[in-house]
């Protein structure tokens, strides 16, 4: 099939404001919610996301795919939040146009896994067994993922340290 350039720019134009269309909130809910989130910038990459809120107020940063048309992280990765020198509270998991879908949070003291609600995850008390399931998974693939950046960034004791975390995760879903 052949394709000229008229028809090309019609399908880029098409494309286009599909995007923008796809963009837009559905609904006052969905454009009320989009303004409550709070948002925040890797202080080293300037890449925009939202963190749930038990990572705190300080400085955060992602690891994962940065969209250089937008600024905003998107697929799976982990935000982690630092404290000097001293990683704390880290979201293993998926953002889609910046914003948390699933995943999971590690806060030193354990685990909580599910869905993002606009503030947190995993914080619903209905939350199904695949939904938990599914953020382990979704974590471990995020986890994974990290370590092999950090393998190619010739960064040993990261990558190490991620491919734990991975296993850690992977763990989780060991049960009878």
Request: aromatic share 8%; proline share 3%; with cysteine.
């Amino acid at each position: 099939m052949q394709f000229h350039a008229k028809s090309m720019s019609q399908l880029a134009l098409g494309i286009g404001s599909a995007l923008v269309c796809a963009a837009m909130p559905v609904s006052a809910g969905a454009a009320e919610a989009s303004a409550s989130l709070k948002w925040s910038t890797d202080p080293s990459t300037q890449c925009r996301f939202v963190a749930p809120e038990s990572l705190g107020d300080g400085p955060k940063y992602w690891t994962g795919f940065c969209s250089s048309v937008t600024g905003v992280a998107t697929g799976v990765g982990t935000i982690v939040a630092r404290t000097a020198n001293q990683a704390g509270p880290a979201f293993y998991g998926e953002l889609r146009a910046g914003v948390p879908i699933i995943g999971v949070v590690s806060d030193g003291a354990g685990y909580r896994a599910g869905l993002f609600d606009g503030k947190e995850i995993g914080t619903s008390k209905e939350a199904e067994r695949v939904d938990i399931d599914d953020s382990f998974k979704v974590a471990e693939r995020a986890a994974m993922q990290v370590s092999a950046y950090y393998a190619q960034q010739k960064n040993t004791a990261s990558a190490k340290h991620y491919q734990g975390v991975a296993k850690q995760f992977a763990s989780q879903l060991e049960r009878d």
